[in-house]
């Protein structure tokens, strides 16, 4: 089988399977719903007149159409963009250990979130949620743009120039962060905590519409930019001499990177690994052409969030646990063993 037949195969796949954990997210939780009941709530939201035989059928639908629903979408969103993050920071670095975090969105977006909770007395009440959603996805295009104006100079970017750039503003946002923790009183020190642990807690369907808008626009546009992704692996020169504007790549590719990770973090906090293991895995399987690589990524991602979520609501059901905690269990190890096969690769 060709390498386009098999990757095709692959992202129909994935396709199949998304639908079918949507549905299994919208059904498990602390109050299980009967799949039959999720497909007639649906159905008669998308105008179709269902009835179903469930005594609590009233109180199911309500529970799918104003929690559940709004919650597994906007974790399939998220999933996706994290992880089409992750996939063009891995083809702008030529780095399959590169990370969306690299170029500073995530630890902007912290510092800027808890600014906001720091002076949560400030807002308007009620709107305390949303300016500190506004704070984090500001506090990660400041960052993105800081590195970005570091790693430039006349003679273009380089990317050399980013990755240092990105650990030193990491390195100073850890240190805000650690001022403000402790500055904040313990009411406001346990909801930055919290935040940082990522959730899905506060999903609306205006930030689903929000994120969808974002991720939607985002995957008409990367087409046009998988042959430069692919022309960037072979490096700065070649791309070059093959008729790529490298400098305006790299400089749309970041902004890309900043607004997805950046209103993913605003919407749910910050939550790991997911831009580094989707995207190396699905190159594992499909190699690294661009083309088919990040439909496939925007697909296992949205897959994996979906999962992950489902997970942190189910295992200490009622309660539920942060979803930034089960994706770094989930890619903590699978980031030691691409370390460990990276070792085995330069020693062999």
């Not at 807002?123 to 790693?151: D, E, N, Q, R, S």
Request: hydrophobic content about 60%.
């Amino acid at each position: 089988m060709k390498r386009s037949q098999k990757a095709l195969s692959v992202i129909a796949v994935l396709a199949v399977w998304l639908p079918i954990c949507l549905l299994l997210g919208i059904a498990n939780g602390a109050v299980p719903i009967g799949l039959a009941d999720v497909v007639t709530a649906i159905f008669n939201n998308l105008g179709f007149s269902l009835t179903s035989t469930s005594d609590d059928f009233s109180q199911n639908q309500l529970i799918i159409e104003s929690i559940r629903t709004p919650r597994v979408l906007l974790a399939s969103l998220i999933g996706a963009a994290l992880a089409i993050s992750g996939a063009l920071m891995q083809g702008l670095f030529r780095n399959p250990l590169a990370d969306p975090a690299i170029i500073g969105v995530s630890s902007g977006a912290a510092v800027g979130a808890a600014l906001a909770i720091l002076f949560e007395s400030v807002w308007p009440a009620g709107y305390a949620h949303w300016a500190t959603t506004i704070a984090a996805f500001l506090g990660g295009l400041a960052a993105t743009w800081l590195v970005f104006k570091i790693g430039t100079s006349p003679y273009g970017t380089s990317v050399a120039t980013m990755l240092l750039a990105g650990i030193a503003i990491n390195a100073f946002a850890m240190a805000g962060i650690g001022l403000i923790n402790y500055m904040a009183d313990d009411n406001q020190l346990r909801s930055i905590i919290f935040w940082q642990m990522g959730s899905l807690g506060a999903a609306s369907w205006l930030n689903v519409g929000t994120m969808a808008l974002v991720v939607v626009a985002v995957a008409l546009v990367l087409p046009r930019y998988a042959n430069t992704l692919n022309a960037l692996l072979l490096g700065d020169s070649e791309a070059r001499h093959l008729g790529i504007n490298v400098d305006k790549a790299k400089k749309w590719l970041i902004i890309v990177t900043a607004v997805l990770v950046g209103v993913a973090v605003a919407f749910a906090g910050m939550i790991g690994f997911v831009g580094l293991v989707v995207p190396h895995l699905v190159r594992l399987v499909i190699g690294p052409d661009h083309r088919f690589l990040l439909p496939a990524t925007a697909l296992l991602g949205a897959i994996l969030m979906v999962l992950a979520d489902l997970c942190a609501r189910m295992v200490i059901s009622p309660a539920e646990l942060p979803i930034g905690i089960v994706t770094a269990l989930i890619g903590a190890p699978f980031f030691m063993f691409l370390l460990l096969q990276k070792r085995q690769t330069i020693s062999g």
